[in-house]
């Protein structure tokens, strides 16, 4: 990345300057998405929803832009950009439906791959001040069907749907006086967008920046030019296929190695994001060191475990929220009967997914959609009851 696109977000206003508040900066909308905000407010009515139904209005805004949705976030793909032999960014413009996020938080991602809709949870590695397309950068995981899409699928003007911004894993207001970073392999992603928030708002404090890779570092020219010019952030890389100085092993996160790098360690608020083994001996360290309170790690949250196959009388659990019921689930049968089952009377009409009279809102969970074969995992989606089956637990708006 040139100097250019890096320092395109430095902020010029003297006060935020000297501030260096936090801010969640919303997306500056293109004068499409702004001309449609008042409209998207009239297809919320009660009106417009009983005129479209027994479809939703976004089937019929999806076909004048697949972008274009009353209530969900969708991104169009600007730009694909290789940024090392295994890892992609995606810059995303995302529609009139996003709020605009702080630098460290994550979204879930919805990517529709061979028919089969799949959600994972990426960290976004742009600034909010950076006001240009979002950018999440994501390694390639052997077999990862949404990593393997974003490296050798995803093409200029494909349409994902995201969540809105996610997570505590951000930085405090007012900034502290002396920050670290510790990261390895993609977990410098989050520390990325951190660090190109600080320059934006031309944070004084110290900025120390630790991070393990194995091979190449995702972002690593991006950091190397920052801390070029910026003499109080210091950036050190770590091999850790490389043995250590008594020739023992791989290298890993050790009291020695931290106080080497950063002796004022327990003096600084630290962010630690990667693997597990990363985040134990960090966590361990700062326990030790009584200063556990200063030290945050980031941990997205797992998906819902699936169902075998989707195997009939294979268990989940169904929780229905309006009702407040739960009841014991089973795969393989339609989300429609068992609600019944369990004494609920949603609206049905044909049970052939064709009329649409049974959709409803899915909270939480993966389905599979009996009559296509598709598969999804993104929460607050409308489904039809009578063709959907689970493939984990899950929770509706019933």
Known sequence: MDAGAVMQGVATDANVSRAGRLRTHRWELSALSRARRPINVLMRTKLVSSLASPRIIDDYLGLVDP?????????????????????????????ENWRGFRAGQFVKLCATIAGVRHTRCFSLSSAPEDHGPLRVTI???????????????????????????????????????????????????????????????????SVACLHYARREVIGGHELALLAHQRPALRLAVVRT??????????????????????????????FVCGPSGLIAAAT?????????????????????????????????RLVF??????????GGVSLLDQAEAAGLHPS????????????????????????????????????????????????LDL
């Not at 670290?180 to 600080?198: A, D, N, Q």
């Not at 700062?286 to 268990?315: C, Y």
């Not at 929220?321 to 089973?330: I, M, N, Q, Y």
């Not at 599979?368 to 959907?388: A, K, M, P, Y």
């Open 321 to 330: 929220a309006k009702s407040r019921l739960e009841t014991d689930g089973r």
């Open 139 to 205: 390694q390639a995981v052997p077999g990862g069907r949404v990593s393997g899409w974003v490296g050798a699928g995803a093409r200029v003007g494909d349409v994902v749907e995201l969540s809105q911004a996610m997570g505590q894993f951000v930085l405090p207001d007012p900034l502290p006086p002396k920050l670290l970073f510790i990261s390895g392999g993609s977990g410098v992603t989050p520390i990325l967008s951190m660090i190109r928030h600080l320059e934006a708002v031309a944070y004084d404090g």
């Open 241 to 270: 296929g490389h043995s250590d100085e008594n020739g023992n092993g791989r290298l890993r996160l050790s009291l020695a190695q931290l106080e080497a790098f950063a002796p004022e360690w327990a003096d600084c608020d630290a």
């Open 67 to 95: 972008a274009w949705s009353v209530h969900d976030v969708r991104a169009r793909v600007v730009s694909v950009k290789r940024e090392t032999s295994d890892a992609t960014s995606l810059y995303l413009r995302p529609n």
């Open 284 to 316: 361990s360290i700062w326990q030790k060191g009584d200063a556990a309170d200063r030290l945050r790690v980031e941990h997205f949250a797992p998906m819902a475990t699936s169902i075998a196959n989707g195997s009939s009388g294979a268990a989940c």
């Open 348 to 395: 049905a009409g044909c049970r052939m997914g064709i009329c649409r009279t049974c959709t409803c809102r899915k909270v939480s969970g993966t389905v599979r959609n009996q009559r296509t074969g598709e598969v999804s995992s993104q929460d607050n989606e409308r489904i039809q009851l009578c063709v959907n089956s689970p493939l984990s637990d899950v929770t």
